[in-house]
């Protein structure tokens, strides 16, 4: 994994077999993602039914890719569940049929296929006691999704992908064409705004449900969570403008909340937040 990837500092605090346990489900997830996004001369359906028989010949023991072999041998020592791996590919295959979504339920819906599914299979890594931990990586991956969402607008759109609900949209009196011209007018900012603080209300809900006997293994999760509430407040401070390049927290900055959270975490300070 690059330096450059907002989950690269998070997985620093992991011991050495969780680390490279969680680099794999990454890669395998990412490849997955790439079914779609990057599909070069393959069809993605082609490619989506490749990665479903890979996902059975590693459950069986005989994977084939190189994402296969290194997730493969995490599979039983983590107890992954196959579940949440089948419920990812569901989700990534949504992106061939549907680019649109009415509602924020609709949206919940995928965005629970594509990013708490992959919440579910860390939180077994990490490590947990109390059942309400996984409640905890269902709201955080629904989180750091809408994060992506307001973040990568321009992209999806050049994907011909609109994720931000059609009902919000109409509510600010904002229409595709205004985010296609890449101006942060009023109707945009308004709109953007509302998204952010939907994203940030999911980190808050995520952070009540995270039982406090489990904040310490739950220490990596944490630090993504803040990474990516830093790529929100980089949003609201360059006043919503998403469009003239990809909003990015520096290295630096990555580093230094991940080295906060994970201080406040050991001197228990963040058990009762």
């Known amino acids: 994994m690059a330096r450059d ?3 690269y500092y998070s997985f620093l605090v992991l011991p050495a077999d969780k680390r490279r346990a969680i680099l794999a489900v990454w890669d395998f997830c990412r490849a997955v993602d790439d079914a779609v996004d990057e599909p070069g001369t393959a069809s993605p359906q082609a490619l989506l039914a490749e990665w479903r028989g890979e996902l059975d010949r590693c459950y069986a023991g005989d994977p084939l890719t190189a994402q296969g072999t290194a997730l493969q041998q995490w599979i039983h020592t983590f107890h992954l569940p196959r579940q949440a791996f089948e419920d990812l590919v569901t989700g990534v295959e949504m992106d061939l049929t549907r680019r649109r979504y009415e509602t924020f339920d609709a ?3 995928y965005c629970w296929h594509v990013a708490s599914t992959v ?21 955080l991956g629904l989180a750091l999704q809408m994060t992506n969402i307001v973040r990568d607008i321009s992209a999806d759109l050049a994907r011909d992908r609109v994720y931000l609900p059609q ?11 205004m985010l296609r011209a890449g101006r942060v007018t ?5 709109l953007l705004a ?3 603080q939907r994203a940030r209300d999911l980190y808050a809900r995520a952070r ?4 406090p006997e489990d904040v310490r293994a739950l220490v990596a999760a944490e630090i993504m969570g803040g990474i990516y509430s830093a790529i929100l407040w980089r949003i609201e401070r360059c006043g919503y403008d998403v469009f003239s390049s990809r909003v990015r927290v520096a290295r630096p900055r990555r580093a230094l909340i991940a080295a906060s959270i994970w201080l406040q975490t050991m001197a228990g300070l963040r058990a009762h937040a």
């Open 194 to 196: 509302f998204e952010c």
């Open 186 to 190: 009023s109707p945009v900012r308004e």
């Open 119 to 139: 919440g579910l299979i860390a939180v077994e890594i990490f490590g947990y006691r109390s059942p309400r931990t996984r409640d905890y990586a269902v709201e």
């Open 167 to 177: 009902e919000d949209l109409r509510r600010f009196g904002c229409t595709e064409e």
């Open 5 to 7: 990837t907002s989950f």
């Open 208 to 211: 009540t449900l995270l039982p």
């Open 107 to 109: 949206l919940r819906e």
